[in-house]
């Protein structure tokens, strides 16, 4: 089984610009630049699944925590626009989620690629979490994490 590229702490951030829940383009050079705040960029699976929802609904009901602390949230998936819009309404997601369809980005982050499922060897979302620093580097970086309890890890880690 053949790993992934893994970020680490002090790599540059790979730039990209993915489309929003409304289809709005999102870049994160430019997130970075206009808010001064550090990017919690989390990928997950796939909208509206079981770990992907608790997960979803966790970054929720902690963002004034990670506002505060001076943090940006950013969820991205390989969902469509169409599907993230249904899933930010129905859960009442407060943070933007970006769709990544053709994975370029997930590949990039390493949150893409072979993995174990159910014991055996599959291709897909590797749940991983990036916290990118205001200066565009990788400050950490969480590989195969659970969806429960994730984000109370990094709010730990993070002191937040």
């Given at each position: 089984m053949s790993d992934p590229i893994r970020l680490e702490t002090g790599d540059p951030a790979p730039d990209f610009t993915l489309d929003d829940a409304d289809g709005k383009p999102v870049t994160l050079s430019q997130v970075l630049a206009?808010?001064?705040?550090?990017?919690?960029?989390y990928f997950y699976p796939a909208a509206m699944t079981p770990g992907c929802t608790?997960?979803?609904?966790?970054?929720?009901?902690?963002?004034r925590?990670?506002?505060s602390a001076g943090l940006t949230v950013l969820g991205v998936s390989p969902d469509?626009?169409?599907k993230l819009a249904k899933f930010r309404?129905?859960?009442g997601l407060t943070f933007t989620l970006l769709g990544d369809p053709d994975k370029e980005t997930l590949r990039a982050y390493g949150a893409?690629?072979?993995?174990?499922?159910y014991g055996r060897v599959v291709q897909?979302?590797?749940?991983s979490t990036i916290v990118v620093g205001t200066d565009g580097k990788v400050e950490r970086a969480f590989y195969n994490v659970k969806a429960t309890g994730h984000v109370d890890r990094i709010?730990?880690?993070?002191?937040?």
């Open positions: 206009e808010t001064g705040k550090r990017v919690v960029l608790t997960e979803a609904c966790d970054f929720r009901d902690n963002l925590d990670f506002d469509t626009t169409d309404d129905k859960e893409f690629g072979e993995k174990k499922n897909g979302v590797i749940r709010k730990r880690e993070l002191g937040v």
